[in-house]
């Protein structure tokens, strides 16, 4: 069972930056679609950045565009970034990795296309 494991949560000041990481392990033939998912507390899990399985097409939530940035460190999209700057207390949350080996980029904001999910990574925002 592939499992992705995120990295880099941590406790930022607000108007800082982070760079979470996602590094799914194991060997694939094909790419990945990779997505960015938040869940804060008493909240739901919502999307926030996606990448396609060609890397050549990223998507992102309303709240994080023009802050967020999410990139690939290689073609099958096994290590994926997250650099998030200008953070404020909204963008508190437990941030989830999520994959899949589907190249279709229909409903790639929705939980249900991703296959594979990490555990986690805290990222706090504090004043």
């Known amino acids: 069972q592939v499992q992705p494991v995120e990295s880099g949560g941590e406790l930022v000041q607000t108007g800082g930056s982070l760079r979470l990481t996602c590094t799914i392990p194991?060997?694939?033939?094909?790419?990945?679609?990779v997505g960015w998912f938040r869940q804060a507390p008493g909240k739901e899990r919502q999307f926030v950045s996606a990448?396609?399985?060609?890397?050549?097409?990223?998507?992102y939530a309303d709240s994080v565009k023009g802050r967020f940035t999410i990139s690939s460190a290689n073609t099958k999209n096994t290590v994926i970034y997250l650099q998030m700057s200008i953070l404020d207390a909204e963008d508190t949350a437990l941030y989830y990795c999520?994959?899949?080996?589907?190249?279709?980029?229909?409903?790639?904001?929705?939980?249900?296309?991703?296959?594979?999910w990490g555990q986690g990574t805290q990222v706090t925002v504090v004043s």
């Open positions: 990448i396609s399985s060609t890397g050549r097409n990223l998507f």
């Open positions: 999520a994959a899949t080996l589907s190249r279709s980029m229909s409903d790639i904001r929705s939980e249900l296309k991703y296959d594979y």
């Open positions: 194991g060997r694939t033939f094909e790419p990945y679609t």
